[in-house]
């Protein structure tokens, strides 16, 4: 019964593809520190390592963030169709 049919967690996006952040599904606390990161509510961001056991790394700007497997299951993405190169 999901709102978006299209909207999947980040742990389930593959490497190389790039989506837009949608929603959150974690606590106050690791929002916050989403939103320090820069990682927000439809900010595009591609996955650069990952999906692994141990987590993620993704580009979100200029920037390169390695998130953990808890953390991934927890940031709900809209895959995007065009593929964006990430900014090196």
Excluded: Y
Aim: glycine share 16%; with cysteine.
């Amino acid at each position: 019964m999901n709102k978006d049919a299209g909207v999947i967690s980040l742990a389930q996006l593959p490497n190389g593809q790039c989506g837009q952040v949608v929603e959150f599904d974690g606590g106050r606390a690791m929002i916050q520190r989403m939103v320090m990161l820069g990682i927000r509510r439809g900010v595009p961001l591609c996955v650069v390592h990952g999906p692994g056991a141990r987590g993620t790394v993704v580009q979100v700007g200029g920037a390169r963030i390695a998130l953990g497997r808890g953390v991934t299951d927890k940031i709900r993405v809209a895959p995007l169709a065009v593929q964006q190169k990430p900014a090196a």
